[in-house]
DNA sequence: TAAGCGTGGTC
DNA sequence: TGACCAAGCTT
């Protein structure tokens, strides 16, 4: 047995029943499910995902609304970016695949807010290619079942995938598989804190448990502070411009943050990455919600 | 390469 | 309680 065997028939028994995991389950609802998840627990994504695919069940919905839309319905899942460029997204693959979700890999990774992970699980989740999908989860499985190391660190993508394209069967379906696997057992059983070794199907094997011990020695990415940062003044700002069924005065959203200096910046910011659009002299929108559109 | 980008949950 | 974490991407 190898580390994808073991995987694949661990992934077999245990995997949780995701709606993006169902066989029905459209190109485009798995590429929708990847950008939500960039960074957002499952938990969240969920109910948002089945909200967002009820409303724009192919690309050629979601590209025929404004990116205010889709930056509201993105509501609470963070790094609101996402939303536009999955907007962004929707328009490019009608403009330049005729509304289809492309399954070349080259042309996945042209996409906006398509990365190195995310046009790999699309083409491998989605179209059943094999291709080494390398995630925090499959990261930090391969680093200490496989290489012995407590973690693994910032990302290293392309030492990365190289190590995980070893361990994938030749086979498209089963590498697939051995990549999902990977994932999810990351994801439930060798987490970051407290893996819980004893239900781990690498027990035996796994090169971490037997040379060392439990030791991860500090965080595997940089602490992010959040509190006080522009990050915490976009999103109050930008919490009020989703609510809003009209323009925004400056004066309201002069209401959210009291340093004046902080607060023009974030909302600069917002204008400068495309969430926000000033409209005539003192008032605000979410982008595609001016009158130019 | 590192910094910036939201939000909420856990311990 | 604050530090850490969650299917990353872009510049």
């Known amino acids: 047995m190898t580390f994808a065997d073991d995987a694949i028939a661990w992934y077999d028994q245990n995997a949780r029943d995701l709606p ?16 939500m998840l960039q960074q957002t627990p499952v938990v969240r994504v969920e109910p948002a995902w089945h909200s967002w695919m009820a409303r ?20 609470r899942l963070g790094y609101p970016r996402r939303a536009m460029r999955l907007h962004a997204c929707a328009v490019a693959i009608v403009e330049r695949h005729g509304g289809v979700v492309p399954d070349d890999l080259v042309q996945l990774l042209a996409l906006p807010g398509v990365g190195t992970y995310t046009g790999r699980a699309v083409a491998t989740f ?15 499985v391969v680093c200490r079942a496989v290489q012995g190391k407590p973690d693994a660190g ?21 590498a697939a598989r051995a990549s999902i696997a990977f994932m999810e057992l990351g994801a439930i059983v060798c987490t970051a804190r407290a893996p819980r070794c004893t239900i781990c199907p690498f027990e035996e094997v796994c ?3 037997r040379t060392g011990q439990d030791l991860p020695a500090g965080p595997s990415r940089k602490p992010q502070r959040y509190a006080g940062t522009d990050r915490q003044v976009r999103g109050l700002l930008l919490e009020v411009l989703r609510h809003a069924t009209a323009p925004v005065p400056r004066q309201r959203l002069d209401l959210v943050w009291p ?3 902080q607060r023009a910046r974030a909302l600069a910011g917002l204008v400068d990455d495309g969430l926000v659009e000033p ?13 130019s559109l």
């Open 207 to 209: 090169a971490w448990r």
């Open 20 to 35: 993006w995991r169902q066989p029905t389950t459209s190109a485009w609802g798995v590429l929708v499910s990847e950008v």
């Open 279 to 291: 409209l005539g002299a003192n008032d605000f929108v979410l982008a595609g919600d001016g009158p």
């Open 259 to 261: 340093d004046e200096v």
């Open 126 to 140: 989605a179209y059943g290619q094999r291709h080494p999908v390398v995630d925090t989860n499959v990261r930090r």
């Open 56 to 75: 724009w069940p192919t690309p050629a919905a979601l590209a025929d609304d404004p990116p205010s839309e889709a930056i509201r319905m993105w509501g």
């Open 154 to 174: 910032p990302a290293t993508t392309s030492a990365d995938l190289t190590a995980m394209a070893e361990l994938l069967p030749p086979e498209d379906a089963r």
